[in-house]
């Protein structure tokens, strides 16, 4: 076979989830073809479904070695710095993709997706400062000890130890940051860059502890102001997406497929991660008796869906759509297979329905399509051929493979 042929039987052993497959057969395409950087793009989103993410890195270098001008090969080069936890090389190599495809939904997401765990892995190890004996290693600090008596300041440091991701919301409070820095044996001045502190006069405090009721507590605890964030160009975008998503519902309730197809495009454009989109513009394809369209379309969405983490509830709505439209079309043998592949992402009564369905629709096909007359009356003549011999077993056999062609002669 050519390395395009091998190719292709990799997409589908990949959407299949037979990974190992798929892997076997972009190995021998990248045989005949060592310099087609999509090879070796879809052999890392292989590894890197494995987790093994070595091996996907290597890939996905090797991507962009060969194709330094496409994004997609530095989103799977990121991809796997992310699985080995290596997340400020990813965040830089999702960023130079971004550079060449400003635009792209998948790279945008995974350097979302790699700041937040580069957010996380920060202030987890901040958080781990406030531990057990924080409150004795603040009261034997003579800079930090009169932070005991503020009550909301010791609020705030017990919120931190209750989840450490809280520090990033103190950190504001110039005080935390002291208490930050002085913690870590720093200069505690040097938090306020230069700017005195704004505290009421304050007197030592004893020791303190979790237990103590020696700090008095805040009565009526006050309530800092909530930081509205204005929305992003992205999620604007969705909020528009879902919009479109909705006229194309209503279009298609309605009958109005062209015009269904329409919103949907547009939702697809706006958001092209959301594949609850993409199966419901297969829906329309497969009323319009579009079967084949229905079909890629599916296969677009399991495949952005498998990239994105998609709910397993949608991978499994568009395989088994892919059932229904190759059942549409009488490939019985490739209904079930997909409906099959559904009910393992996810079991529902209908598909299971479907499923039975088209087994016994299948066997009832097979079964006509074996009969033959002529080959009925050539099976009983070497029946009668073996009763004459007294091979009543063999006749047997010979007989009943006449009726299986023939099951109306009597």
Not at 304 to 332: C, P, T, W
Request: hydrophobic share 35%; aromatic share 8%.
């Amino acid at each position: 076979m050519s390395a395009e042929e091998y190719k292709a039987q990799g997409n589908k052993a990949f959407l299949a989830k037979d990974y190992e497959n798929a892997i076997e057969l972009f190995s021998k395409a990248i045989e005949l073809d060592s310099t087609n950087h999509v090879l070796y793009s879809n052999r890392s989103a292989c590894y890197a479904s494995l987790r093994n993410y070595d091996q996907a890195l290597e890939d996905g270098e090797k991507t962009v070695e060969l194709k330094g001008d496409w994004a997609k090969g530095y989103g799977r080069k990121a991809t796997a710095l992310y699985g080995l936890g290596r997340y400020p090389e990813a965040n830089d190599v999702y960023e130079a993709g971004l550079k060449l495809e400003p635009t792209n939904a998948q790279l945008q997401k995974g350097l979302q997706d790699t700041q937040k765990a580069m957010e996380r892995e920060a202030s987890t190890g901040l958080g781990q400062i406030f531990g057990p004996d924080v409150f004795t290693r603040i009261a034997t600090n003579p800079k930090l000890a009169p932070m005991l008596s503020q009550p909301d300041v010791m609020e705030k440091v017990k919120a931190i130890q209750a989840n450490p991701n809280n520090l990033n919301q103190y950190m504001q409070d110039p005080r935390i940051m002291t208490l930050v820095m002085g913690l870590l044996g720093l200069d505690g001045s040097a938090a306020g860059a230069g700017e005195p502190m704004e505290e009421e006069p304050i007197t030592p405090a004893p020791a303190y502890s979790p237990s103590s009721s020696s700090v008095p507590k805040k009565e009526e605890p006050k309530e800092e102001p909530m930081e509205v964030e204005e929305p992003t160009e992205e999620e604007l975008k969705k909020k528009e997406a879902l919009k479109a998503k909705d006229l194309g519902n209503a279009s298609y309730k309605a009958r109005k497929f062209e015009e269904a197809l329409e919103h949907y495009s547009k939702a697809w454009e706006l958001d092209p991660t959301n594949i609850s989109v993409l199966t419901n513009k297969a829906a329309v394809y497969f009323e319009m008796g579009k079967y084949d369209e229905c079909i890629k379309t599916c296969e677009e969405a399991i495949e952005v869906g498998r990239e994105h983490r998609a709910d397993f509830k949608l991978i499994a709505k568009a395989l088994g759509r892919i059932g229904n439209a190759y059942s549409k079309q009488n490939m019985l043998p490739e209904a079930i297979r997909y409906y099959g592949k559904s009910l393992d992402e996810h079991r529902t009564p209908d598909i299971l329905a479907k499923l039975k369905e088209t087994e016994k629709a299948k066997a009832k096909a097979d079964k006509e399509a074996y009969k033959d007359v002529n080959l009925s009356a050539e099976a009983r003549e070497r029946g009668n051929v073996l009763f004459k011999q007294s091979d009543f077993a063999g006749a047997v056999k010979e007989y009943t493979e006449a009726i299986k062609r023939d099951d109306t002669d009597p």
